[in-house]
């Protein structure tokens, strides 16, 4: 398969080093290859280091590039970008190596070929061309889209086991599994790679410049997974990119693994870029945590799996307390800042949740279809009801009852205010008003969520990330690791740093969840419309120039799905056995009625 194998650089002085100028690939001509001649004499370069290096202002199509890696890239960014193409639109958005300015480096056996518990394994490393697609479910004339490149051990390592100096530090908010990420690393770097020097940074990324660095050994994390939090402390803030490679410099680490969310990533990211700025053999892996499930690309977080099923206590508590009074209405606020993907997943496992409220899904209070009439409705109806509120849900709405000046937390999150407490108010105020007698009970169980031990299935989850972060450091790559369609994958920083991952509220999930609770979707048409090209334009830069390429059947079809989603969300909580309108129908329609 012809393919160009391409790096945008930070400054044109590299392309006078001798690696290249800008290159148009003939992809079909297997012959032509964009790759330089070696000197003789020379050892070849390594793949990642034989990519074509072009200048970004002599190369005409950058647009196309950074719409086939999803993304609108900041200037610094694109310097940092591999991306190789392939044929029928294959693009392969590949991670940082070390033999990307640093080269001829030797290289040495995986230890794992004579690792007694491999031996019966059928592969022991993964193909060096493996990759995992971002778009699994595609058209019969899609082009193939954007990959990442698999995790996994390699045949070669860039790091003796003797030689490794690894660090590992927490980041951010509590969340289950961070000690069984940490014991995975430990013991996995101990038992697979022979690796005795393992430390801990203590309390964030201020452990690197304010803190003694903590010796970790398997036997001192041997039972840690079963403990809630962090046993390395964790903090907000204190990220000072300069001091944090001065201590990776002076203390002569060559590994440095970073567990924390989206801002975690960032700092991340920062730090790979001064390392390699040094010149620095230091491969940096990120492992994205986050109790939201807000990382984009990846299926999901650590962590989530638990808060989920935590969340399931609070939300029968709820249920408890509302069905055994008259007019009972239980409340639960649960995580969520920009995400309501625990809300969802809670409400969607709980079966007793009457209505589930959203930061992706607008609400209003009064009038016709407002969330009091649905309350006093449902009152009406059963006696009872439960609600479910994710934390960022309806602050625009509190902001114009509660004037409040803009703060933030350490971490530059904006500080929330209590969606929880003002809805209780206003609940009151409205059966006050109505002269109607109710009972309403508010529980907030987002710290003993976040505090709690990771369950079994993340437990397993938090095993293999680590043990794909191990692989990925020790084959000199610096990443965020994560799943992608079920498989693990190794991620370029500034995919899972420049957006949020968020709940699709015209996907048929949001529709299964109105089905459930029969709540109105309290949405206008404008705000219908707003979410759907709020997709289209997500879509587009995903799939770049090549949506122009599909047969105008396929773009037809992809629209008629999206208008029967979307048509479900709204009549479903409204008409009893409703149903999309047909494809033709939906085709030479503009605009939704609501019933």
């Known amino acids: 398969m012809a393919s160009s194998h391409i790096i945008l650089p930070k400054e044109e002085e590299e392309a006078e080093a001798g690696l290249g100028v800008a290159v148009e690939a003939d992809h079909d001509s297997p012959a032509q290859r964009p790759f330089q001649e070696h000197a003789p004499g020379k050892a070849a370069l390594p793949f990642s280091a034989t990519c074509v290096r072009i200048s970004r202002d002599s190369y005409p199509n950058l647009r196309a590039l950074r719409n086939a890696s999803a993304l609108d890239l900041h200037d610094d960014d694109a310097a940092f970008v591999k991306l190789e193409e392939g044929d029928y639109g294959y693009v392969l958005d590949d991670v940082p190596h070390l033999t990307d300015y640093l080269h001829d480096l030797p290289t040495f056996p995986n230890p794992l070929q004579d690792h007694p518990a491999y031996s019966t394994v059928k592969q022991y490393f993964v193909n060096a061309d493996d990759t995992v697609p971002e778009k699994v479910v595609v058209h019969k004339n899609s082009p193939r889209g954007v990959h990442f490149r698999r995790a996994g051990p390699r045949q070669r390592v860039y790091f003796e086991s003797e030689e490794v100096k690894a660090c590992i530090v927490t980041c951010g908010g509590l969340c289950p599994g961070l000690n069984t990420v940490i014991r995975e690393l430990v013991c996995g770097l101990s038992h697979m790679y022979n690796v005795n020097n393992v430390f801990g940074i203590q309390n964030g990324y201020k452990g690197f410049y304010s803190s003694n660095y903590l010796p970790m050994a398997p036997k001192n994390v041997n039972d840690i997974h079963k403990r809630g939090g962090t046993v390395l402390g964790t903090s907000r803030g204190g990220h000072d990119t300069k001091k944090i490679v001065d201590n990776i410099q ?330 999309p309108p047909s494809a033709a129908t939906v085709s030479g329609s503009s605009s939704f009625a609501r019933t």
């Open 250 to 579: 002076d203390r002569g680490i060559n590994q440095v693994y970073i567990i924390g969310g989206d801002g975690t990533q960032k700092g991340a990211y920062e730090i790979y870029k001064e390392i390699r700025r040094r010149g620095l053999q230091v491969a940096v892996a990120g492992i994205p945590k986050t109790i939201d499930n807000d990382i984009a690309v990846i299926d999901k977080s650590f962590g989530f799996d638990t808060a989920v099923e935590e969340a399931q206590r609070a939300i029968n508590a709820a249920h408890v307390e509302a069905s055994s009074a008259e007019n009972g209405i239980g409340l639960v606020k649960l995580m969520g800042r920009y995400s309501g993907f625990i809300a969802m997943y809670a409400t969607l496992a709980s079966r007793d949740v009457d209505c589930c409220l959203i930061p992706e899904s607008p609400f209003y209070l009064e009038g016709e279809g407002g969330l009091l009439e649905y309350i006093d409705r449902r009152l009406k109806e059963n006696n009872h009801m439960v609600i479910v509120v994710a934390e960022g849900a309806g602050q625009d709405l509190i902001a114009q009852s509660i004037p409040a000046a803009d703060q933030q937390d350490a971490s530059g999150n904006k500080l929330l205010l209590d969606v929880g407490l003002w809805l209780t108010h206003k609940i009151k105020d409205y059966c006050k008003s109505k002269k109607m007698e109710m009972t309403i009970k508010y529980i907030d169980p987002t710290y003993m969520i976040r505090a709690i031990p990771s369950n079994a299935s993340d437990n397993v989850y938090c095993t293999l990330l680590a043990h794909s972060a191990i692989h990925g450091a020790m084959a000199g790559y610096s990443f965020t690791v994560g799943m992608v369609n079920g498989r693990h994958a190794y991620i370029p920083f500034h995919r899972v740093t420049s957006t949020r991952n968020k709940v699709r509220i015209t996907d048929r999930m949001w529709a299964r969840l109105l089905s459930s609770t029969n709540q109105p979707s309290f949405l206008s048409k404008e705000d219908i419309d707003a979410a759907r090209e709020a997709d289209k334009a997500a879509n587009n830069r995903k799939n770049g120039e090549n949506a122009r390429k599909q047969p105008a059947s396929v773009l037809a079809n992809d629209l008629c799905d999206l208008k029967a989603t979307c048509w479900m969300a709204v009549c479903s909580s409204y008409v009893p056995d409703c149903r």
